[in-house]
């Protein structure tokens, strides 16, 4: 679904992103109503600022911001949070609620001052949005903020293992505190309309999700950067690659498929390795045609991340990640010596990290 999330910006050099269910949700408002469309614009401009708190923190630190993902329920800034001391992510991830909580006291203010009406209503909106937004992001679970600062705050007398076992143990406590919040709002709450009760409903599940499925993914990064900190690039190199000219021909392509056994055919484009992507439409009998097999390669190129075969593992996984590849080029100087695919080097991972936490636990009886 990666590829439906558009990116609708840059600011200070960080690509802003929209994420599908953001998307979705924005269409799905607009078919209700034109003003809960506004409203949701203010919510998409309020998220917006609390992740903009978050990612000017974070260049303060000298840490590099890859990304912000706007979601319905807040944002992610995708950083590069490898290097990262306890003490800095803990005033990074509290930017972000005291940013919002800012802009719900201003908005509060100005209450008494909004005229009568839309307005006003408006405005009590946004004050609520954003006061709800802190609270939400604060909540000590992962992946929320609250998470990250209550982790960060156990790093001072605990490991970064440790410290995110416990966090997401609490996690899980805040997800059953507020699945049983959600059952009885839907069972009592008798003064809302049915609409804006399954609506809410629906927006629970969604948030139950993201958060179950954010703090596993937050255990998993632990041990990897834990178990799997020393495995380089070279652990899942494949040579199984090819290299053309970028003005090959698709035809040229086909027959060098057949003779090299793989499907994976790379060219330079200038200063970056590219992917050729066979179009599936070829697939359909009516664009048979042979123009489309005298095409060149570099028209149908995706530009894949490059990093050398001295690379760690985790960072050219993060790589990949973050720009939605399925693999990377590896290079020893300037020759291409393999790739890495997503798939493969997450596979060896987990194994890796299986291996050494039973070794660990062995090692502890
Ligand atoms: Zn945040």
Not at 22 to 47: H, N, P, R, T
Not at 248 to 253: C, T, V
Not at 255 to 278: C, P, Q
Not at 329 to 348: C, L, M, P, R, Y
Request: with cysteine.
């Amino acid at each position: 679904m990666a590829g439906l999330s558009p990116t609708i910006g840059r600011i200070a050099g960080i690509k802003i992103e929209l994420h599908w269910s953001f998307l979705l949700l924005l269409l799905f408002v607009l078919v209700l109503s034109l003003y809960v469309f506004a409203l949701f614009v203010i919510l998409f401009v309020c998220v917006l600022l609390h992740e903009l708190s978050h990612s000017l923190t974070s260049l303060h630190y000298k840490v590099k911001v890859n990304k912000i993902v706007l979601l319905p329920i807040g944002g992610i800034s995708v950083m590069d949070l490898d290097t990262v001391k306890p003490k800095e992510e803990f005033n990074i991830a509290l930017a972000g609620p005291l940013a919002s909580f800012a802009l719900g006291a201003l908005f509060l203010l100005f209450i008494p001052l909004a005229p009568a009406g839309i307005i006003h209503q408006t405005v009590v909106f946004t004050a609520e949005i954003n006061l709800l937004l802190g609270v939400f992001n604060i909540l000590p679970g992962f992946p929320l903020d609250g998470g990250r600062v209550f982790r960060a705050y156990l790093q001072r007398k605990r490991s970064y293992l440790k410290s995110t076992q416990i966090t997401v143990k609490l996690s899980n406590v805040v997800l059953a505190l507020f699945v049983i919040g959600t059952i009885i709002f839907a069972i009592y709450a008798k003064g809302y309309s049915l609409l804006n009760r399954e609506f809410l409903v629906f927006y629970d599940v969604f948030i139950v999700m993201f958060l179950y499925s954010g703090s596993q993914a937050e255990l998993q990064s632990a041990y990897a950067k834990t178990y799997a900190s020393n495995l380089y690039v070279k652990a899942a190199l494949s040579k199984n690659f090819t290299v053309v000219d970028r003005n090959a021909r698709l035809s040229s392509i086909y027959e060098k498929m057949l003779k090299s056994h793989t499907h994976i055919i790379l060219f330079k484009d200038g200063s970056s390795v590219k992917l050729a992507r066979i179009p599936s439409r070829l697939q359909s009998a009516n664009d048979a045609s042979p123009s489309v097999l005298s095409r060149p390669v570099y028209a149908y190129g995706m530009e894949l991340p490059v990093v050398s075969y001295n690379t760690k593992l985790l960072k050219a996984v993060g790589e990949m990640q973050s720009r939605n590849a399925p693999l990377a080029v590896v290079t020893a100087g300037k020759k291409i010596v393999g790739v890495v695919f997503s798939q493969h080097a997450d596979s060896i991972i987990a194994l890796h990290v299986s291996k050494a936490r039973q070794l660990h636990k062995a090692y502890q009886k």
